[in-house]
């Protein structure tokens, strides 16, 4: 290792004992999910082959479209889903103690989510959605239900779950994040509610972070979006914001803020955006980069590669898990993206987000000289 790695790695010891006093708030998602494989062949006393990328299935699903077709899958994992819960559960496997308002199940939350750090409280609000992941070793597609999300607004928000107490729970973070805008319907009535009626209720003497996720916007309407971003910089006169982008979700919000010709190259669609979205900090994340813009420069990371992934439903939530940490621990960006990469790594190879004496094991084994 180098001296920067081994400065990085010093910090963590020195430091990672103060996450325990770092309060988080995060809202609003909650599912249960299962991850599945698709079997493309069976033979008597092997196991089956599975699809083993997108493309692949979905050649395969155009062959068969003049008649009828039947497909077998594998069922790989039930477990708790949703951007905000992973998130969480993640933050507190670090340590950090994480506030979580969200669809776990009402009256009652699922037993499911009892999976959960043990340093994440939960507020649940409505019962969770369900989502069935289609995992190949290209990506995945998510298919999802959340009527039941999808019905509660910031008033129906606020009635369960007191203004109060949710004032209350923003005001005594360090950070709040907001994911999974995307796929709820009701996000953006929620999110001016936290703008007219939270974070006006109190003040600190430095602004809080806050951090945006908000998953694939493929679906929404280019108004909607808008609306959304202009919420963001709105909320940035309260808070220091820092939004998270994937590939997907990066060209989608070039072609509806910039231009409808988006560049190949991510490094350039995400300058640009940075320049017209006029937030704190941008950060992109894939399979292979990673990136930081702040009126301070460009920062780029690398992934860690995992030879063979357990699956990658979760990866990005990790990846979001740990760049939060990160900037709690008050790590530089560069320093930020290694920490960010390693987290989701781990959680990649084996299924479980790390907790603080995995991510120095880790770290020592794998950060380049």
């Not at 990066?250 to 017209?276: G, H, S, W």
Request: glycine fraction near 6%; charged fraction near 20%; charge should be negative.
């Amino acid at each position: 290792m180098n001296n920067d790695s081994n400065a990085l790695i010093d910090t963590l010891k020195n430091n990672f004992s103060t996450l325990s006093s770092k309060k988080v708030t995060a809202g609003f998602d909650g599912f249960i999910d299962t991850i599945i494989r698709i079997i493309k062949s069976k033979q008597h006393g092997k196991e089956p082959e599975f699809f083993t990328s997108i493309n692949e299935f979905g050649q395969y699903i155009i062959s068969k479209s003049s008649g009828n077709c039947s497909i077998e899958y594998e069922v790989i994992n039930t477990k708790l889903g949703g951007n905000m819960p992973i998130t969480s559960n993640a933050l507190g496997n670090l340590g950090v103690h994480v506030n979580c308002i969200g669809a776990f199940g009402y009256p009652q939350v699922r037993t499911i989510f009892n999976e959960l750090s043990s340093n994440c409280k939960l507020y649940s609000f409505t019962e969770p959605g369900m989502a069935t992941a289609y995992e190949f070793k290209d990506g995945k597609v998510i298919f999802g239900e959340a009527k039941a999300l999808n019905s509660i607004g910031w008033d129906e928000l606020k009635n369960i779950i007191s203004l109060e107490t949710i004032i209350g729970l923003f005001k005594q973070c360090a950070l709040f994040c907001l994911l999974n805008w995307s796929e709820i319907d009701t996000s953006t009535d929620v999110w001016k509610g936290i703008v007219n009626e939270v974070l006006p209720a109190y003040k600190k003497e430095e602004k809080q972070i806050a951090f945006f996720d908000l998953s694939d916007c493929s679906k929404r309407s280019s108004e909607s979006i808008t609306e959304m971003l202009l919420l963001l910089k709105t909320l940035n006169k309260f808070t220091k914001v820092i939004l998270s982008l994937n590939r997907n979700e990066a060209r989608m919000i070039y072609k509806i803020v910039c231009d409808e010709n988006i560049p190949n190259d991510f490094k350039n669609i995400c300058t640009e955006l940075f320049k017209q979205l006029e937030i704190d900090m941008l950060v992109f994340h894939s399979s292979d980069k990673s990136f930081v813009f702040t009126n301070d420069g460009i920062t780029e990371g690398e992934s860690f590669f995992i030879k063979d992934p357990l699956f990658s439903t979760g990866a990005g939530d990790n990846f979001n898990a740990g760049f939060i940490a990160a900037q709690l621990l008050v790590l530089n960006a560069k320093d930020s993206l290694i920490f960010a990469n390693a987290t989701a790594a781990q959680y990649i190879q084996s299924g479980l987000s790390p907790q603080q004496e995995d991510m120095l094991l880790f770290l020592e084994q794998n950060i380049k000289a």
